[in-house]
């Protein structure tokens, strides 16, 4: 039995669980933690205070019209007359907007996949190629990622021309398809959204590689190396070291391409005035416009918004949870 | 009542706003912009600058910008710019939209200034596109009338001559079609539903009829369906442009020698003839070679075509409604609208027909001109166009479709947007 000096106080710490918590400070320092208490909230007030009025301000008024009767004359000052919920129970007793709901779940869950394994890929990549190859790999992913959408969609609408297009041509003249002659790229909707898809995965890529990239050059060597030794194989790697460690960057760049490809807009907007059919190929983004701006039903364009507004903010909230909780492990 | 009461409103705050700008001087124009939107290329270089120059030696303290907008969208814009506190002064408007910002009150009631805009002498059609509710919101600016151009040559080597009912006209389209395999005898690019309306009306159908105070869509009906099968005929057999292009840039095909003949409006005579080396470059080699006659109609004459044409008014919001009346009474004097008649767009003014001068073209114009129809004249037409119903009916139909189904769909679609 031995005696232990009491001058030598450790702290004592407890097990509660299997968490570790740590044991009590000192009176000072949680004097200063309430001290502290207000900072965070006072320094969040300036963004706040901005969000509040760019987005808060505007998405009030998006409810408050998702509730009213408005249409072209209201924009112009006649006064708009409160509906109620019958706006939206137009929308969710409307077939078309589930066909538009499910087309555009189904169009931007197509696109993320293929986002991600592609941007992966890349990066992956990236890690091997030699320094002169990845700064051009770079250097043309940087001019895709600057290409405004509305540029880009017109562009490879040329490609995708039925007349003159250099895509119908190569088919044609190099590999002697003839069927690809005069070929309407856009006009059967499946096609429509594969040629959709090329655009936005193609303009897409270089975040998700670029960001990728940065995660994989902070994957710890030695980790990689020991596994290599162990005779892990490189899928098998990927799989049990690299994937675990980027996780939370995979999760945030795959929320983040989900929300961008839901509400896309400008890339089926610009599509369909080149070809296709419209009521075939609206997305979301692109049938809240035709209902409200172009159509001038402002009231019933808001309860599509607002119920766009509320699945995105579903599926955001859920991810986000996610990497919340990715981070407290 | 209510839209006096935004008039005046609107007034009010541009007299406060024009008090501002001119600080103690009291001249309520010194420094103010007028800014005039003009839509397309229509409008020929030379308008313009008689517009802004004419304007500016009037009211020397004032300035006159002219920003060109694009056909695409217009409705959209219109809607959001005219609305907005930053509102153009004067704005074109396609005829058929008109009645959608008329009704509104995005115009400025111009009743009272009707005489100085030219009275009875503007085309009546498009006096009433631009007026609702018995009062006179929107001048017409000018009206287009669809042609046939075609390749002299062409029609010459196949042993055809211009066609004088419109069987004759789809037959020779079939004739150098079959003769030209690859090529368009008539290029008819699906989304392209104006060209679609004279078959239907020359069958003696109709796109709606008012019910009461209702909308009876009426391309379903016998008549219409005969119109719209021959429209699938000529797509299918004359036609080689795309099921579901667009009709903006009709002059690609017609200088690389692969549409035999089209029918657009009358200004594409311009976009053809451009130099070979302009931003959107034409083939002038061509002239020589450039036929042009008016779509005949079913008995022989011209068709009944689509009346296609602008309006132009002012903007409710208009800071400077005064000036803008103004730069709108110049735009409407005779010497403004004989440039267009100089340049093949009819002018506004009845008494300026002759301008047009008397060569084949001003010939077939003025066919054209005089057997012309407008679509619908509700509020809602314009919600009609920018939903693209038409152009989806029109490229199921270049596709192949079941004519009498894709058209009850379409009258139900029609009817829920004009009865709405």
């Given at each position: 039995m031995t005696t232990v000096e009491?001058?030598?106080?450790t702290a004592p710490s407890a097990v509660e669980g299997e968490r570790l918590t740590a044991p009590p400070g000192p009176d000072a320092s949680r004097a200063r933690r309430r001290r502290g208490g207000l900072t965070p909230y006072t320094l969040l007030t300036p963004a706040m205070i901005v969000l509040a009025l760019i987005v808060g301000w505007p998405l009030l008024q998006l409810i408050v019209t998702s509730f009213q009767r408005f249409g072209r004359a209201q924009v112009f000052g006649a006064p708009p007359e409160w509906v109620w919920f019958e706006n939206y129970a137009d929308v969710l007793s409307d077939p078309v907007f589930y066909g538009v709901l499910a087309r555009t779940l189904i169009f931007s869950g197509v696109c993320v996949v293929v986002t991600m394994l592609l941007g992966t890929l890349i990066a992956l990549m990236m890690m091997r190629l030699p320094k002169g190859f990845r700064l051009l790999l770079s250097v043309g992913m940087l001019l895709a990622w600057a290409m405004p959408a509305l540029t880009a969609t017109v562009v490879w609408g040329w490609m995708f021309d039925?007349?003159?297009g250099v895509v119908n041509h190569v088919l044609v003249?190099?590999?002697?398809?003839?069927?690809?002659?005069?070929?309407?790229?856009?006009?059967?909707p499946l096609s429509f959204f594969f040629v959709a898809g090329i655009i936005i995965v193609w303009g897409a890529i270089p975040f998700v590689a670029f960001t990728l990239y940065a995660g994989l050059t902070q994957v710890p060597d030695e980790v990689l190396e020991a596994a290599q030794l162990d005779g892990a194989g490189g899928f098998k790697r990927f799989r049990l070291i690299v994937f675990p460690f980027l996780k939370p960057i995979f999760l945030i760049v795959t929320i983040l391409q989900l929300i961008w490809d839901l509400r896309v807009f400008t890339q089926v907007f610009a599509l369909q005035d080149i070809g296709g059919i419209r009521a075939l190929t609206n997305t979301l983004g692109v049938y809240i416009y035709q209902t409200?701006?172009?159509?001038?039903d402002f009231g019933q364009g808001g309860a599509i918004a607002v119920i766009t507004a509320v699945l995105l903010m579903s599926i955001s909230i859920y991810y986000v949870r996610q990497v919340t909780k990715e981070e407290e492990l | 009542m209510r839209k006096l009461g935004i008039v005046a409103l609107g007034a009010a705050a541009a007299i406060t706003l024009a008090g501002c700008a001119s600080?103690?001087?009291?001249?309520?124009?010194?420094?103010a912009e007028i800014r005039v939107w003009l839509v397309g290329?229509?409008?020929p270089d030379e308008a313009r600058d008689y517009l802004k120059a004419t304007f500016e030696e009037e009211h020397p303290d004032a300035t006159l910008v002219i920003e060109e907008q694009s056909w695409d969208g217009l409705v959209d814009r219109l809607t959001t710019s005219l609305s907005g506190?930053?509102?153009?002064?004067v704005v074109e408007v396609g005829n058929t939209q008109a009645s959608a910002f008329t009704s509104a009150g995005a115009?400025?009631?111009l009743t009272e200034h009707f005489d100085e805009l030219g009275g009875d002498d503007l085309l009546p059609g498009f006096v009433e596109a631009g007026s609702y509710d018995g009062r006179f919101y929107a001048a017409p600016l000018y009206a287009g009338s669809r042609l046939v151009f075609y390749k002299k040559d062409a029609l010459a080597s196949a042993g055809l001559?211009?066609?004088?009912?419109l069987d004759e006209y789809i037959a020779n389209g079939e004739a150098l079609a079959a003769a030209n395999p690859?090529?368009?005898?008539i290029w008819w690019p699906g989304q392209d539903w104006y060209n679609a309306l004279p078959y239907i009306w020359e069958n003696g159908g109709e796109v709606a009829v008012p019910d009461g105070d209702a909308w009876d869509a009426q391309l379903s009906s016998a008549e219409s369906i005969a119109g719209l099968e021959q429209v699938q005929q000529v797509m299918t057999n004359a036609s080689a442009a795309p099921?579901?292009?667009?009709?903006?840039?009709?002059?690609v095909g017609f200088c690389d020698g692969t549409t035999l003949q089209l029918s657009a409006p009358s200004w594409v005579k311009w976009s053809i003839l451009?130099?070979?080396?302009?931003?959107?470059p034409g083939c002038p080699d061509q002239e020589e070679n450039l036929g042009v006659y008016a779509l005949p109609g079913m008995d022989g004459g011209a068709a009944q075509v689509f009346a296609g044409g602008s309006n132009i008014g002012v903007s409710?919001?208009?800071?400077h409604p005064e000036l803008a009346i103004d730069a709108l009474e110049i735009i409407l004097s005779d010497e403004f609208q004989t440039i267009y008649g100089e340049n093949g767009l009819v002018p506004a003014?009845?008494?300026?027909?002759?301008?047009?001068?008397?060569?084949d073209v001003a010939k077939a114009i003025a066919a054209a001109a005089g057997n012309a129809k407008l679509t619908p004249?509700?509020?809602n037409w314009a919600d009609v166009e920018a939903a693209g119903i038409l152009q989806d009916l029109f490229v199921k139909i270049a596709q192949g479709g079941d004519v009498a189904a894709l058209a009850a769909a379409a009258d139900e679609e029609i009817e829920a947007i004009l009865n709405d």
């Open positions: 009491p001058a030598l106080e039925t007349a003159y003249n190099w590999f002697g398809l003839e069927q690809y002659f005069q070929h309407s790229w856009l006009i059967d409200s701006i172009a159509g001038g | 600080g103690g001087t009291g001249a309520s124009e010194e420094g290329t229509d409008t506190s930053d509102s153009p002064d115009f400025l009631d001559s211009v066609p004088t009912t690859g090529k368009s005898g099921k579901d292009g667009n009709e903006t840039s009709p002059e451009a130099p070979a080396d302009a931003e959107a409710a919001k208009s800071a003014k009845l008494s300026l027909a002759d301008t047009l001068g008397t060569d004249a509700s509020p």
